[in-house]
């Protein structure tokens, strides 16, 4: 601000006359002329300095030296609340004298006159500057520098992820001008390059005095899946997922929060120290060195399905100790299942200790030995020859897997489905998740499986067909079956027998068909093989040739007494030879 010119007094003033309202020798021109010179000299649309002489919430009152003071809004100086009375400020003469005798002055364009050159010049020389945050904008925020309105960007405001952009708004911080576009004035200032220089010297600080198993405070800085950021001063350093706690975490939010203060081990760093590796759980003592030390085989435990897959599910039995219940030890069943079939991640469970190695720290658990082994009282709970309902499991071409309950499994053979009926393949008989009756033929402890039969719930009707399909009798079936060698027939009386080609020929030649019923004689029966061999040309030759064989012989008896004897065989019916081998089976039978 201009000094005030100094005016010598007149050494002759009379004060009498002044008192009385008139200066004696001093014309109101020179009195005038004398006051206006002890004022500045201003004109409108001039920036001039001024002193701020009062300041509140609307206003501030500003001297320039002129005859009155001037008044400009406060909001032209929310960029600077830190102003006071007494400060010096540039201000723009807008009109020396408004309709009310006012001096109107404006701040905002003072700087606004000025801004443009103050603005290169702080880009230039890295100058640190003043600005009032205004508002929020996409991408970022709108900052008020020497009265123009350059451009924050999020990322330009701090070191840290900002979260609330709103909570800048209305502040008042430091920046650096980062660009300018010349072309259309465009600013771009930075709130965080001004605190990465000191952070890259904090940085450097503590990054040499980096060992491994140094214990360092720091923030959590961000969150991710696979792990947590945290800050030490300057130097990021992450601590994975799997080195938070020694429990399973499936969401690091679970153990740590934003912002959280928090202390870590360094764990490990690369040759420069850009990856720092943090862990957290190492600060607390391994839970299987806290363990029960009583602890021991065959011990009943509870904990939590943590993990499942098909091979076994892991039970966390405390925090940071783990036992594996294999599949194989959730049923006493032998069949290959899926743990998922027993348990889900999360379920409360209840198992046994079946190994304990603490050096190693594992663990292996069951859940088959909380009830007892079926195979244990295997002969009292399924004796032989006792019968009972069991579930159809899968088929093999030897005979079918049944399961009599969980853990108790047996094998009926395919010639133990039926005393009748030739079974081609098991799955002709039943299918599978089927109930089936079965009796115990055979119990194998050592193997865990049981011989058992279907067909022996009923009698053997072979025992029947003996006594009804003797050889040479006849009987009435029907063709079920025709193959190359020969055709199926089954018998009206039960059962199935089997013709060759030349047996099926019909009395006018032609080939028995498929379907027809015909009759037929029984050539052969054997019972242990379950085999009665037919034929139906049989039925029809043999009647033509007994007249034949009853007729007499021509020639004497008397001359040849040898031959006489073998006519006698050779004469002997067919009947006669069934009652004889009749008699032979019932003494085989009698012996």
Request: overall charge negative; hydrophobic content about 35%.
């Amino acid at each position: 601000m201009s000094n005030i010119k100094n005016i010598e007094p007149l050494q002759d003033f009379n004060w009498d006359e002044f008192e009385n309202g008139s200066a004696v020798g001093v014309s109101r021109e020179e009195l005038q002329k004398a006051y206006d010179e002890t004022l500045n000299k201003v004109a409108d649309h001039q920036v001039v300095d001024g002193k701020v002489i009062s300041v509140d919430k609307k206003e501030v009152i500003v001297n320039i030296g002129y005859k009155s003071d001037g008044v400009i809004p406060a909001s032209e100086f929310r960029y600077n609340p830190d102003l006071k009375p007494g400060d010096i400020v540039e201000v723009y003469v807008e009109n020396q004298e408004d309709k009310k005798g006012q001096l109107v002055l404006s701040h905002k364009k003072a700087r606004m006159s000025k801004s443009w050159e103050r603005v290169n010049a702080a880009l230039d020389n890295e100058e640190i500057i003043t600005g009032y945050i205004k508002c929020r904008t996409k991408g970022g925020m709108i900052v008020d520098v020497f009265g123009i309105e350059a451009f924050l960007p999020g990322s330009q405001i701090d070191v840290h992820p900002i979260r609330d952009y709103d909570v800048f708004v209305g502040k008042t911080m430091e920046f650096k001008v980062v660009k300018i576009n010349q072309e259309y004035r465009n600013v771009v200032v930075s709130h965080k390059a001004l605190i990465e220089a000191e952070l890259e010297a904090q940085k450097k600080e503590i990054i040499s005095k980096l060992e491994k198993g140094q214990i360092l405070e720091g923030t959590v800085k961000n969150i991710t899946s696979y792990g947590v950021f945290v800050d030490l001063g300057g130097v990021d350093g992450l601590i994975h997922i799997t080195d938070l706690s020694w429990g399973r975490v499936s969401d690091p939010h679970e153990v740590v929060a934003l912002d959280q203060k928090i202390n870590v081990v360094i764990l490990d760093f690369d040759d420069e120290k850009k990856r720092i590796a943090l862990g957290l759980k190492q600060l607390t003592p391994h839970p299987w060195d806290a363990l029960d030390a009583d602890l021991k085989v065959g011990d009943h435990v509870k904990g939590k399905v943590v993990v499942i897959a098909d091979y076994g599910a892991f039970v966390e039995i405390a925090p940071g100790v783990e036992g594996l219940i294999h599949v194989s030890e959730m049923s006493w069943s032998q069949h290959l299942r899926s743990a998922q079939e027993f348990m889900h991640v999360g379920d409360e469970v209840e198992a046994v200790i079946l190994t304990l190695d603490r050096e190693e720290r594992k663990m292996s658990l069951g859940i088959k030995q909380l009830k007892d082994d079926p195979w244990e009282s295997i002969e009292d709970k399924y004796p032989i020859g006792s019968k009972h309902t069991a579930k159809v499991r899968n088929f093999t071409n030897f005979g079918i897997f049944v399961e009599l309950e969980e853990g108790v499994d047996g094998l009926i053979h395919i010639s133990d489905l039926s005393w009748t009926k030739k079974v081609k393949h098991p799955s002709e008989f039943t299918q599978q998740g089927a109930d089936i009756d079965v009796v115990v033929l055979e119990i194998d402890k050592e193997n865990r499986r049981l011989s058992l039969g279907h067909k022996q719930l009923e009698d053997n009707p072979w025992d029947t067909y003996e006594t009804i399909y003797k050889p040479g009798t006849v009987h009435t079936g029907k063709i079920s079956e025709m193959m190359d060698k020969g055709a199926v027939i089954t018998l009206n009386e039960g059962g199935e027998g089997f013709a060759t080609p030349k047996h099926l020929v019909k009395e006018d030649g032609t080939q028995a068909q498929l379907g027809e019923e015909l009759d037929f004689k029984v050539i052969e029966f054997v019972k242990e093989t379950k085999r009665i061999i037919l034929s139906h040309s049989r039925t029809f030759e043999e009647a033509k040739e007994e007249p034949k064989k009853a007729a007499p012989r021509k020639h004497a008896a008397k001359k040849e007494e040898a031959p006489a004897i073998n006519n006698v065989a050779a004469g002997t019916t067919l009947g006669d030879l069934d009652a004889l081998a009749e008699l032979k089976a019932k003494m085989e039978k009698g012996k």
